[in-house]
């Protein structure tokens, strides 16, 4: 079994930053994918991006490249969705997940394991 705790969301103006973490125990990693999805009110749960456990590849969706980022400490098990220049359309429910594999990263129904997620609220 595989659990992910999601910590660090919260209120922050347009144009501010924050930094959420995704704890994950259970196993270890190696060929699992870590995928970050956000949810706003009304709409489906939209995949933002990926890092691959071993090597650390990262993937994005192209509404955040450039202002997101993703990063995983290995001797911690935890990842990190890093987000700068925050825009009230981020506003959204984040969640990580995990998925054995590296195929297919974007599509959320992959993913096997999900954290409970964390609100973040952008205001304008």
């Known amino acids: 079994q595989v659990y992910l705790v999601e910590s660090g969301g919260g209120l922050v103006q347009a144009g501010g930053s924050l930094r959420l973490s995704c704890a994950a125990s259970g196993r270890t990693f190696g060929s699992y994918s870590m995928g970050w999805f956000r949810q706003a009110p009304g709409k489906e749960r939209e995949f933002i991006g990926a890092?691959?456990?071993?090597?650390?590849?990262?993937y994005y969706t192209d509404s955040v490249k450039g202002r997101f980022t993703i990063s995983r400490d290995i001797d911690e098990s935890t990842v990190y969705l890093q987000m700068n220049s925050l825009r009230p359309e981020d506003t959204a429910v984040y969640y990580c997940?995990?998925?054995?594999?590296?195929?297919?990263?974007?599509?959320?129904?992959?993913?096997?394991?999900w954290g409970q997620g964390t609100q973040v609220t952008v205001s304008s």
């Open positions: 890092i691959r456990w071993s090597g650390g590849n990262t």
């Open positions: 997940a995990a998925k054995d594999g590296i195929a297919n990263m974007s599509d959320r129904r992959g993913y096997g394991y």
